[in-house]
């Protein structure tokens, strides 16, 4: 698979999926189309899809198929994506999305399905520890000291604990996610694509074990 990849990245909150994306765009050379990178800076710079978005998000809803995947379609026509392929993160979250991806994605349909495993337990830990900027979105680990004030290294942002970062809501959420990925996963192994991949360790063990499995497709 050397010519691009086409890859759905799959796994809990927590799960390094978003490190190990950025790591596997620059190694196959493949944008990482992150959904939640996309709804952030369409809200930030206001467009019409970051107003329909927000106000979705201000109601306490999630934003909805529909949505989700106009911004994908739209992602996937670019040319990086046309030419060189994908590594999707974020969608799809349920079925619904999967069967309209492969329907947009009809001429260069997602190869693989990757499912990051990481426990429970594992993820609940780094979740509770977990600080984000309230700018770029980047996700940083408390060591239990926090720097104060602490500011963003990439763009100076504030860097604070999520509201719903709660144990509480983090279950609620690692609930939700279960639920809906469940389905998923059984959607991508009917038709040969699902592969699950050991995410426990360090990042270079676990992007080892994620390269030779592409690698091996
Ligand atoms: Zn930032």
Redesign the pocket.
Known sequence: MNAGARIVLLGRQGAGKGTQCVRLSRHYVVPHISTGDILRAAVREGTELGKMAKAVIDAGQLVGDDIMVGIVKERLEADDARTRGYILDGFPRTVAQAVALDEIAAERPVGMAIDLVVPRELVLSRLSARRV?R??G?NFQSTGVDPRPWT?E????DVVQRDDDTPAAINQRLDLYETQTQPLIEYYGRSGRMHPVDGVGSPDEVFSRLTSVVDGH
């Not at 990439?154 to 942002?157: A, F, T, V």
């Open positions: 900027c700018d770029c980047a963003c990439n763009c100076g942002g």
